[in-house]
């Protein structure tokens, strides 16, 4: 990045004394950068997502041992010293570290502009490595995600961009972050555009895209096609299994409950404490995350993909894998509240595989006329925890599909999902993501409020009957000044409405028809049509199934709107007033 | 041109320099980025990959030693570096199975099969594990599919191999006609093998199919004329069977042949020898061995002689041994007995024997009546009077 910096001290100042930005001075530039930034983001981030999987793993190997197993001593002394090294880099020098890295790159695009420091990027990196390496139960997607955010962010600044795209910037950089984590692009961009952005906006889309694209085929280029696990056969669906995928929707769902409840309630607890005892913190949760992984259970220790990947492979005894769900819920909840840097995602796979090889076990051993594999039960349960803990149902869909690359499980992996998520909803008012937001003292916006609320009022909550009077512009001014003196005579209407040509519609004021009227002449009067003299200027044709804030800017120039049948042209289904659309807003 | 259009000019100019500096920048940063990245990707691979070898190996050696639960730790780790690596699946799989994990095997192999049912050892794995379940029907259907699976290297031992753990299998489960039918296959397919040809009658032999047992038997000293312990078996069967001629040959051969190779058959000394040394006893009694009428009743009043011995000495151990009640139990049907003794001794003269089958019939038969009910009233008995009882008893069943 120096060459860009000393790009920047040199040139920057020449452009900006010519008073103009650069934005100013090529209005089309950035355009014209956006996508081939896109690329270079998506392939850094891919390079620096790989690398910091290597991190992981070597830092995993050298502090670990290769093979992990109950009763080694270093279990426990290794993530409780890391965890002070954590707590005491984290309070020293990384200061903004603390986290899973999405609501940090959600913070920096709605409070910040974007701007991620490179401090940021480069603590989330070597500290979510060695918490995660040392065992601590996290993952390295949401970190990823943050890095990718982070590089975006500072090739875009480097580059002296404008604040707006500074700020599109930044959910770019975490599609391709995350992608290269997940190895699965189509759900990277879903996560983004369904929890970042919260909105599909063409304007990003296709950057988002790219990015995504251009860091998957960097992280394939050195890992494989394969995501972080191997993907088991997926055998066709007995429609009599659906109901153990119902089951399993219900127990992810209870279960992702329960993740989010232990979370809510042990991190502010955490954080209310003393600043000192916050030092300790990652060291203690270090230690009784070690001693799950001494006393028997160190596949909870980590990100955990090998123990997703012979859960889906069938390797564990049901016994095991309930434990494996109930100890990861414990360590995560432990790691993640203790302010150790990394993420959720990994451990909430991990939990909802677990479960589902249970169930899949379960039914393998007790009903043998069922012949669905385990692997399909993991598979589905990793997207059922996703949908109810993450709250990320679309992606949690298209995560599995795309990872398995099957699109015979979409029936089982919608129905669980959607009990998942309902239970979670309706038991868990507030996201996880957003509770922390409000922990932090942050009030982001709530991507699944905004979601909901995208589906709210149209031009038919609030479509009133036609109480105006209605003229015919192919009147005469003579005949049509009748008509309206007579009409509004009898009628305390500010407004009219003149049913004009080709099925057009004229919303006048009564001040305007009367100064028509007045500014009448005998001449005129004879030739002139009501609808010549309104001019070309015509009421902008509206139906009833339109989003009903759409309608606030025409009220500047026209006193209602009519709302026009979509099947009958030229016919009304009732007038919109500004006042209208208020008392709707407010609830009367 | 104005000044200010200049210097918009110049602006512009320099922000396309900027913008191409930016990105010849950018592509330099990537660029090395990604040969730093390339550069510990490979070391890291090869670390991996070689932590993979070093724990596979040692997961291979302890499942061969006996050690399943450090062959589980060792193959875990070495599939936790390179998860694709069948071997080491499969190796695990079969350690869970011998450490008692059954559960844990099942699932894995399961999974296994999963990606491919076709596979023979996979099969033949998940047969083992049912029959540790008591699961018989599993286990057939899974040893059948794993003989007719694919397996790698020589498919047909394998296969062989199966179906004769199957007919095993079976055998204990009394299902004798299944496993006779598989042995049949077996046979029918089996190359000329002399050892196998022995395995296969043993089979055969403890499914109840005593002639086919015998033919393999044959077929292996046929086909390997000096194997001592097929005409040990061969011997064996056809003393049971009653073929005293053959058994004592196939016998005499086997003490002959292992003489040569101590350790490979039957002991001299031993059982082999006392078989052998029955055989030519029995085919000495055995009227029905006489080649002449003469030798025939020769060999009658011999048994007759040894029969009535052992009578008269039954009588004398029962009367000295039992009083009262059981005293009569057990003398009353030795003295119907001894009744039809002295009611034959008219018939049973040489000369009467000589001339009347009926005779023949009726010493011998009575001849087999006493060493029969001797038998069950004084116990046991030894020598020729053993044998005797052994040819009244192959008498009585053909």
């Known amino acids: ?588 | 041109m104005t000044t200010i259009e200049t210097e918009v000019k110049t602006s512009k100019r320099q922000l396309v320099i900027h913008d191409g500096l930016a990105f010849l920048a950018l592509l330099a940063v990537t660029g090395v980025l990604f040969a730093v990245t390339l550069f510990l990707f490979k070391s890291f691979s090869a670390h991996r990959a070689q932590i993979a070898l070093d724990s596979g190996e040692a997961g291979r050696v302890a499942l061969a030693q006996g050690r399943p639960a450090e062959a589980i730790a060792d193959l875990r780790t070495a599939l936790s570096y390179a998860p694709n690596e069948r071997s080491y699946q499969l190796l695990l799989a079969q350690a869970l199975g011998e450490d008692g994990r059954g559960e844990e095997a099942t699932n894995y192999f399961l999974n296994l099969w999963e990606q491919q049912p076709g596979d023979g050892f996979i099969n033949l794995q998940l047969a083992r594990l049912a029959r540790q379940r008591n699961q018989m029907a599993d286990a057939v259907n899974d040893y059948r599919a794993s003989i007719f699976g694919s397996w790698t290297g020589d498919g047909v031992v394998h296969r062989r191999d199966v179906r004769l753990e199957l007919a095993d299998y079976l055998i204990e489960q009394k299902e004798f006609g299944p496993a006779r039918t598989e042995l049949m296959i077996a046979v029918s397919n089996a190359p000329p093998i002399p050892e196998l040809s022995l395995a296969l009658g043993e089979r055969l032999l403890r499914a109840g199919d005593e002639a086919d047992a015998l033919k393999q038997y044959e077929k292996a000293f046929a086909e390997k004329p000096d194997y001592a312990l097929a005409y040990e078996r061969a011997g064996r069967l056809a003393y049971r069977m009653g073929d005293y001629g053959n058994a004592r040959a196939w016998l005499e051969k086997a003490l002959r042949e292992s003489a040569g190779a101590p350790g490979d058959a039957a002991e001299p000394q031993g059982d082999t020898a006392t078989l052998l040394k029955n055989s030519e006893r029995l085919l000495a009694l055995d009227p029905a061995r006489a080649a002449t009428r003469p030798d025939r009743v020769t060999r009658i009043l011999n048994d007759r002689a040894i029969a009535r011995k052992r009578l008269d000495a039954c009588v004398k151990q029962a009367g000295s041994a039992n009083t009262g009640t059981q005293a009569f139990d057990s003398l009353g049907p030795l003295a119907a007995l001894a009744a039809r003794w002295t009611a034959a001794s008219a018939d049973s003269s040489r000369d009467a024997l000589m001339r009347n089958d009926a005779s023949l019939d009726l010493v011998r038969g009575l001849t087999d009546d006493t060493e029969d009910l001797t038998a069950q009233v004084c116990g046991a008995p030894t020598g020729d009077d053993a044998l005797l009882l052994l040819l009244a008893h192959r008498a009585t069943h053909y």
């Open chain 1, 1 to 588: 990045m120096e060459a860009a910096t000393v790009i920047e001290e040199n040139v920057a100042p020449v452009i900006k004394e010519a008073g103009q930005s650069p934005a100013e001075i090529a209005p089309a530039r950035e355009e014209r950068l956006f996508l081939l930034l896109s690329i270079f983001i998506g392939v850094i981030s891919g390079l620096l997502v790989v690398s910091f999987r290597m991190a992981i793993d070597w830092l995993s190997v050298l502090l670990l041992g290769p093979s992990p197993a109950p009763r080694q001593p270093r279990l426990v002394f290794v993530p409780a010293l890391a965890g002070i090294a954590i707590a005491l880099l984290t309070r020293y020098v990384f200061p903004m570290v603390r986290g899973s890295g999405v609501n940090q790159t959600k913070a920096a695009l709605y409070i910040s502009n974007g701007y991620i420091s490179i401090r940021t990027v480069i603590g989330k990196f070597l500290l979510s490595a060695l918490a995660i390496g040392s065992g601590h139960s996290l993952g390295p997607e949401d970190p990823s995600l943050q890095i990718g955010a982070g590089v975006a962010s500072l090739i875009s600044r480097k580059m002296g961009l404008s604040r707006e795209k500074l700020r599109i910037f930044a959910p770019v950089g975490a599609a391709a972050g995350l992608a290269a984590a997940f190895n699965a692009p189509i759900s990277a961009i879903l996560f983004v555009i369904e929890e970042v952005i919260g909105q599909w906006s063409a304007g990003v889309l296709g950057s988002i895209v790219l990015a995504a694209v251009a860091s998957v085929v960097v992280a394939r280029s050195f890992w494989g096609s394969e995501p972080m696990f191997r993907i088991p056969t997926i055998t066709a669906l007995d429609s009599r299994e659906l109901l153990a995928y119902a089951v399993l929707g219900l127990v992810g769902g209870v279960a992702s409950l329960v993740f989010a409840k232990s979370l809510g309630y042990l991190r502010p607890r955490l954080r209310a404490m003393p600043a000192w005892s916050q030092l300790l913190q990652p060291c203690l949760a270090g230690l009784l995350v070690g001693g799950i992984g001494y006393f028997g259970l160190p596949q909870v220790m980590g990100a955990g993909y090998e123990a997703m990947d012979q859960a889906m492979h069938g390797q564990f005894a049901f016994k095991i894998l309930i434990l494996l769900a109930i100890f990861k819920i414990v360590a995560t909840t432990l790691s993640f509240s203790s302010g150790t840097p990394g993420g959720m995602f990994a451990p909430t796979l991990f939990i909802g595989a677990m479960l589902g090889a249970a169930i899949g076990s379960f039914e393998k051993h007790y009903i043998h006329d069922l012949t669905g594999s385990t692997g399909s039960y993991a598979l589905v349960g990793m997207g059922v925890l996703f949908a109810a803990f993450l709250r990320a149902p679309l992606t949690s869909v298209f995560m599995v599909l795309e990872v398995s690359g099957n699109y015979s499980v979409i029936l089982p992996v919608i129905l669980a999902n959607t009990i998942a998520y309902l239970i979670s909803r309706v038991l868990q008012p507030v996201p996880i993501f957003e509770l922390f937001t409000h922990q932090d003292g942050l009030y982001l916006p709530s991507m699944e409020e905004q979601r909901e609320e995208k589906a709210d009022l149209h031009f038919e909550d609030a479509l009133g009957p036609i109480g105006v009077p209605v003229f015919k512009g192919s009147e005469s001014l003579v005949d049509a000044r009748k008509s309206v003196t007579e009409a509004f005579e009898n009628s305390d209407a500010t407004a009219a409405l003149v049913q004009c040509r080709d099925a057009a519609w004229y919303a006048a004021t009564r001040k305007e028809l009367e100064a028509i009227f007045a500014a009448m002449t005998e001449i005129q009067d004879t030739k002139q049509t009501l609808e010549d003299s309104l001019g070309p200027d015509r009421t902008p044709i509206m139906f009833p199934d339109q989003p009903l804030a759409s309608a606030l800017p025409y009220f500047r120039r026209w006193p209602l709107l009519p709302i026009s049948n979509r099947a009958m042209r030229g016919a009304l289904e009732g007038v919109l007033s500004q006042a209208d659309v208020i008392r709707r807003y407010q609830g009367m």
